[in-house]
């Protein structure tokens, strides 16, 4: 429903609001594969890549954070003493 007033769809600063361009995104990956492949000692992204998810996959907190990024997160309950008040809460976050 529109009132005829400018802006009135939220606030937001040009520049700062919403998704980072698609250039940043991929020279932050650039740089993260760069320095995996110093750590690793190896001139292949895949193969830094990998090496960092086996060292991941290492500590319970590395494998919660795959389990998260392959399957999604599970749903959280609220626990409450009356059973008819328990509330899900949904998390629509990345599943990629």
Known sequence: MLDKRKNNGGH???GVAGRKPKVKEEQANTLFCSALKLIYG???DDEAK???IIELAKSQRGQIF???HLFGK???VIESD???FQIPIVSFGNKS
């Open 12 to 14: 937001s600063t040009k």
């Open 42 to 44: 190896t001139d292949k």
């Open 50 to 52: 990998i090496n960092f």
């Open 66 to 68: 795959i389990a998260e």
């Open 74 to 76: 599970a749903p959280q």
């Open 82 to 84: 009356n059973p008819l």
